[in-house]
T-cell receptor, first 110, second 118 residues
Framework: GQNIDQPTEMTATEGAIVQINCTYQ??????LFWYQQHAGEAPTFLSY????GLEEKGRFSSFLSRSKGYSYLLLKELQMKDSASYLC???????????FGQGTELSVKP | DAGVIQSPRHEVTEMGQEVTLRCKPI?????LFWYRQTMMRGLELLIY????????DSGMPEDRFSAKMPNASFSTLKIQPSEPRDSAVYFC????????????????FGPGTRLTVL
């Protein structure tokens, strides 16, 4: 079956660093995506990993280990506007289909 | 670019009524996706099209749901008859190609339609 696990919620302090983990078990694998979704809004693309290793994009970095079925999203220098839900999604081998995790609700406190 | 356009933004209807949700993808995008999001089940893919042809509809919950894409700039998701358990936010997303084995297609999401079935 298809299974993607993320923590339900996390809390962090403004200016700090937070790591959001995602583990997956899917029938196929053709890339892992992270999306950000603010309350009442649509998801927006953050990052993509298809090879093992770290991808850095400004304050956000994403890591992938295919052998472990594991990824994390690292957010540095947290800002209040980073309070949102972070969705991990796997694209299965059939191409277009994305399987989303339940999302991690991140609250950034002053 | 205007982004993905969905209408209506909010829909309240009574059980048994027909509901039609509409989507206009970003011009030039050849993939279109319909998702449903609920607190219980998260974000689920219902169906997706490539060049107006349905590719995978395995996520469509039952025969009450149907989707069409008559041309590259318009798609509909219809629920007939609607039931209270269909209450959710329905997102349409579009992307340009899949980019090969190592490439990726960023999916651009519309603002969503919040459906309430009483």
């Amino acid at each position: 079956g298809q299974n993607i696990d993320q923590p339900t919620e996390m809390t962090a302090t403004e200016g700090a660093i937070v790591q959001i983990n995602c583990t997956y078990q899917t029938s196929g694998f053709n890339g892992l995506f992270w999306y950000q979704q603010h309350a009442g809004e649509a998801p927006t693309f953050l990052s993509y990993n298809v090879l093992d290793g770290l991808e850095e994009k400004g304050r956000f970095s994403s890591f992938l280990s295919r052998s472990k079925g594991y990824s994390y999203l690292l957010l540095k220098e947290l800002q209040m506007k980073d309070s949102a839900s972070y969705l991990c999604a796997v694209r299965d081998s059939q191409g277009g289909k994305l399987i989303f995790g339940q999302g991690t609700e991140l609250s950034v406190k002053p | 670019d205007a982004g993905v356009i969905q209408s209506p933004r909010h829909e309240v209807t009574e059980m048994g009524q027909e509901v039609t949700l509409r989507c206009k993808p970003i011009s030039g995008h050849d993939y279109l996706f319909w998702y449903r999001q609920t607190m219980m089940r998260g974000l689920e893919l219902l169906i997706y099209f490539n060049n107006n042809v349905p590719i995978d509809d395995s996520g469509m919950p039952e025969d009450r749901f149907s989707a069409k894409m008559p041309n590259a700039s318009f798609s509909t998701l219809k629920i007939q008859p609607s039931e209270p358990r269909d209450s959710a936010v329905y997102f349409c997303a579009s992307s340009f190609s899949l980019g090969g084995a190592l490439g990726y297609n960023e999916q651009f999401f519309g603002p969503g339609t919040r459906l309430t079935v009483l």
